[in-house]
């Protein structure tokens, strides 16, 4: 079965940097989409950013866009998402999610397996 697995949440002052790591196992993942969602309290989950893992391409909000970079490791399984420049509305737990399809995609409902999250809180 697919577990993907999060890390490198935290609590960081605004301006500050963090990356977060999502290691995958159960598949070979490479003909799948990766996607890196956020839930802040009291609101849906939003789309944040996604990468191929078979090519590499990649697909962000405009809200992290310029500040956020999500990249891969085939070797390790593993996607990250470095986050600069971090504001406090940033602030919510992140959730990797993997799609059995090579399209990116924003939408929350065509991704098929979710970790179980990593907070991330952004202080003013």
């Known amino acids: 079965q697919v577990r993907l697995v999060e890390s490198g949440g935290g609590l960081v002052q605004a301006g500050g940097s963090l990356r977060l790591s999502c290691a995958a196992s159960?598949?070979?993942?490479?003909?799948?989409?990766m996607g890196w969602f956020r839930q802040a309290a009291g609101k849906e989950r939003e789309f944040v950013s996604a990468?191929?893992?078979?090519?590499?391409?990649?697909y962000y909000a405009d809200s992290v866009k310029g500040r956020f970079t999500i990249s891969r490791d085939n070797a390790k399984d593993t996607i990250y998402l470095q986050m600069n420049s971090l504001k406090p509305e940033d602030t919510a737990v992140y959730y990797c999610?993997?799609?059995?399809?090579?399209?990116?995609?924003?939408?929350?409902?065509?991704?098929?397996?979710w970790g179980q999250g990593t907070q991330v809180t952004v202080s003013s």
């Open positions: 999610a993997a799609r059995r399809s090579f399209a990116l995609t924003d939408v929350l409902g065509l991704y098929n397996y």
């Open positions: 159960g598949r070979t993942f490479s003909s799948y989409a």
């Open positions: 990468i191929s893992w078979s090519d590499g391409g990649t």
